[in-house]
Structure formats: structure tokens, C-alpha cells
């Protein structure tokens, strides 16, 4: 399984973007994916997470509210809004792929969120 974000950038405090993860490779093995994000100096940390089969999504507290995990499984993607951006959302996001419990990782995409 391959993993490719795209989307992220920098905005205002206040501001919107919304991730994209394209997957590609064996796809139809993928139990559940999500979205991760490592802040500098910080432990990467679980930002939200949706399963394959019913779409059972899961969200970290400091994001519940704001931030909106989905996917279309025609395209193989996944995407994540994110609205009302804190300075504190600033971090590297990476997108993760759960295959049997082994896990797939993209390369990150950079999110700056100023004040």
C-alpha cells in the first residue's frame, strides 16, 4: 500500500484546509485509515481515524468539532477538513493506512497555522 497526502499549507488562525491521502496498491486490504500529526519536539499523535468497512470515525479531543474525517472509496482517497485552525493544529500531518495491523505510512504534509 502506497500513502500520498496533498493539501497542506499555511493559513491564519481561524482559516480552513483540507488534506488528501490518496491510497493505491492493495486497497482492498485496508482495515481502517486516518490521520496523524507530529508537532516539532512532540510525539506523533492520532488525529482521527475511519474504518473501511463502516465508516466508524474516531477523533482526537483538541480536534473534535472542527476537524472532519471522510473518504471516497471509488477514489481511493481519504480527506481531512479542518476549520477553525489553532496555532496549536501546526504540525507535519501523515496519513496511515492499517492493514492487518500492519501499518503503511505517507510522507507528510506540512501544516503552519499562524496567529
Known amino acids: 500500500v502506497q500513502l500520498v497526502e496533498s493539501g497542506g499549507g499555511s493559513v491564519q488562525a481561524g482559516g480552513s484546509l483540507r488534506l488528501s491521502c490518496v491510497a493505491s496498491?492493495?486497497?482492498?486490504?485496508?482495515?481502517?485509515m486516518g490521520w496523524y500529526r507530529q508537532a516539532p519536539k512532540k510525539q506523533r499523535e492520532l488525529v482521527a481515524v475511519?474504518?473501511?468497512?463502516?465508516?466508524?470515525?474516531n477523533y482526537a479531543d483538541s480536534v473534535k468539532g472542527r476537524f472532519t474525517i471522510s473518504r471516497d472509496n471509488a477514489k481511493n482517497t481519504m480527506y481531512l477538513q479542518m476549520n477553525s485552525l489553532k496555532p496549536e493544529d501546526t504540525a507535519v500531518y501523515y496519513c496511515?493506512?492499517?492493514?492487518?495491523?500492519?501499518?503503511?505510512w505517507g510522507q507528510g504534509t506540512q501544516v503552519t497555522v499562524s496567529s
Open positions: 496498491g492493495s486497497t482492498f486490504s485496508i482495515i481502517a
Open positions: 475511519i474504518t473501511s468497512g463502516d465508516g466508524i470515525v
Open positions: 496511515y493506512a492499517d492493514v492487518h495491523k500492519i501499518g503503511y
